[in-house]
C-alpha cells in the first residue's frame, strides 16, 4: 500500500459507529448482517424495477378486433377459418 492509499483508508469515516452501550462482537456482527440484508433487498427491489415486465396478452387492443360469430349451419365449424 502506498501512502496516499494508506491516508485515505485510515481516514475513512465508519458506516456504523456505537453511540451508546457496550455491544458484544456478536452483537455488532448480528447488526451488521442485518443492514447488509436489507441493503442487499433495497437493491435487488431496484434492480426488479428497473426490469420491464412482460405484457399481458389478455387485455392486447387486438384482441378487440376479432371477426363476428357468423351464424349458420356449420357456424362452428366456419367459426376456425375465420
Do not use: C
Not at 16 to 22: E, M, S
Not at 57 to 76: F, I, L, Q, Y
Request: hydrophobic residues 45%; aromatic residues 4%; without cysteine.
Amino acid at each position: 500500500m502506498s501512502g496516499d492509499d494508506q491516508d485515505a483508508a485510515t481516514s475513512a469515516q465508519p458506516v456504523l459507529r456505537v453511540v451508546k452501550g457496550d455491544p458484544t462482537p456478536e452483537e455488532l456482527a448480528a447488526l451488521v448482517a442485518v443492514v447488509a440484508a436489507r441493503n442487499a433487498a433495497a437493491a435487488h427491489a431496484a434492480a426488479a424495477a428497473a426490469r420491464p415486465r412482460p405484457r399481458s396478452e389478455w387485455g392486447h387492443p387486438v384482441r378487440a378486433h376479432r371477426t363476428p360469430h357468423r351464424v349458420g349451419p356449420d357456424a362452428w365449424r366456419r367459426s376456425a377459418w375465420a
